[in-house]
């Protein structure tokens, strides 16, 4: 039986690679306002590097945007008969529904370009090309599978372009991306000091005792960019840009808190609640944007974009223990199944007078989350930007952006039950969720 616990323990504790679902395209407050449609065509300001480093080329001498994007996202549970196992009785999980697991968060990034001669531009930026952030309260009723869930990363991307022709550009970059995460759920102790132990105190009952455990991790990866713009006359123009997957291995530690002393007994619980090191393999995934740009008079520019990301590559996560006397054990192995993605987006942006130009956008946004696969940890869906914003031209040399979307994203449920071996443990989420994403940006950009 204790083999069987140590099981539970292991399938449940730590979900590292998920938070890596969520990608972030906040990269520039300019391309907010047109809901990032024509992307990789627009070179408007040095955000091209990350969209398309080809689009330097069209910049002044030299130039340097500063960007800062608050985002909010929101994502409200609703229990629809969240259980236990049916060796305990299939009895309700305790708990709420946990609170708005959205919260805020500030997402920087910066870019500069320079001119190297007549054809070529250096560049780099600095962005936060994937994230993710969702905390419940420590009782509700899904925190046996997620508490709180939380992947940074920062991505240096140096770059060089090359006007070929006067109507083809291309561009090149590297990146070297630090991602780490963190993450917490809940372990029933209560339940495991009654099946394995025949108890550990008073108090230490189903769904008592709870104890929290905590997984954190980060590394370095490297990967590259390119693209190309093809000018197809003075008013048109259409891009392509590749991104490549960057390949990380996370290593971190694992960690449990109010560990009952009676597990000391008990040699297996003792190694498999022991603090220690870990190790997962991250891998994000790469994508192909093709964009297009018409200027169609003096007052009115049009906008597309359509882009793929390759998420299937994400079919399964496998974290292992690097110390202690569980070393070499699987931590969680557990297939997740993921699909490809397309992001369909349109925009215009109309010019008010030499000083103010409004923009407008719409996308399309696919989920990679197949529902039969979505957990607490991610309660993803697909989703519709609707983006508005403005430029302000402040001196010939500098100007402000403003953006902000609203994300409407679909109704989504959960039903999804622990990955355990163990069935006196099993724990299923049952659930609806309505989600929302609020995005506010803003933006500087000096030519020098």
Do not use: C, H, W, Y
């Given at each position: 039986?204790?083999?069987?616990?140590?099981?539970?323990?292991?399938?449940?504790?730590?979900?590292?690679?998920?938070?890596?679902?969520?990608?972030?395209?906040?990269?520039?407050?300019?391309?907010?306002?047109?809901?990032f449609a024509g992307g990789s065509a627009i070179a408007e300001d040095a955000s091209t590097i990350f969209f398309n480093p080809a689009g330097m080329t069209y910049l002044p001498d030299s130039q340097l945007v500063i960007a800062g994007h608050a985002i909010r996202p929101s994502a409200d549970f609703t229990n629809n008969g969240s259980h236990r196992a049916a060796a305990t009785g299939g009895l309700p999980t305790t708990g709420g529904n946990g609170g708005d697991a959205g919260d805020w968060a500030f997402v920087p990034n910066i870019f500069y370009t320079k001119e190297f001669n007549q054809d070529i531009r250096l560049g780099i930026g600095i962005s936060a090309p994937f994230g993710l952030k969702t905390e419940y309260d420590n009782t509700w009723v899904g925190r046996y599978q997620a508490v709180k869930s939380e992947l940074k990363t920062v991505n240096i991307n140096p770059s060089i372009s090359f006007k070929a022709s006067d109507q083809v550009s291309l561009g090149f970059g590297v990146s070297a991306m630090?991602?780490?995460?963190?993450l917490t759920n809940a372990v029933d102790f209560g339940t495991i000091c009654a099946v394995a132990l025949g108890g550990c105190g008073t108090g230490a009952t189903f769904q008592r005792n709870d104890g929290f455990a905590q997984v954190k991790g980060d590394d370095w990866g490297f990967g590259w960019n390119a693209g190309a713009i093809f000018r197809l006359n003075d008013a048109t123009r259409f891009g392509v840009a590749y991104r490549s997957q960057v390949h990380q291995k996370l290593e971190g530690d694992v960690s449990f808190s109010n560990v009952?002393?009676?597990?000391?007994?008990?040699p297996a619980l003792t190694a498999g609640f022991a603090n220690g090191s870990?190790?997962?393999?991250?891998?994000?995934?790469?994508?192909?944007s093709a964009s297009v740009f018409h200027q169609l008079n003096n007052q009115w520019d049009v906008m597309g974009d359509l882009t793929w990301t390759h998420w299937s590559k994400f079919q399964n996560l496998t974290i292992v223990r690097?110390?202690?006397a569980a070393s070499g054990t699987i931590l969680n192995s557990v297939q997740e199944n993921w699909d490809n993605t397309i992001r369909a987006s349109i925009g215009a942006s109309y010019r008010y007078n030499d000083s103010i130009k409004a923009r407008i956008g719409f996308a399309y946004d696919e989920s990679p989350v197949p529902s039969e696969f979505r957990t607490p940890r991610i309660p993803d869906n697909d989703r519709y930007w609707l983006s508005l914003g403005a430029n302000y031209k402040i001196s010939e040399t500098s100007n402000l952006d403003f953006g902000f979307a609203h994300l409407f994203v679909k109704d989504s449920s959960t039903d999804v039950a622990n990955a355990t071996?163990?069935?006196?443990l099993k724990d299923t989420v049952i659930g609806d969720y309505s989600n929302e994403v609020n995005i506010?940006?803003?933006q500087y950009t000096h030519n020098f």
């Open positions: 039986m204790q083999k069987i616990i140590l099981s539970f323990v292991i399938f449940t504790t730590p979900i590292v690679a998920q938070a890596a679902g969520f990608a972030l395209i906040e990269q520039s407050a300019s391309g907010m306002g047109n809901a630090r991602a780490s995460a963190n009952p002393a009676a597990f000391a007994l008990s870990i190790s997962a393999k991250l891998t994000t995934p790469d994508s192909l690097t110390s202690g071996l163990a069935p006196i506010l940006s803003l």
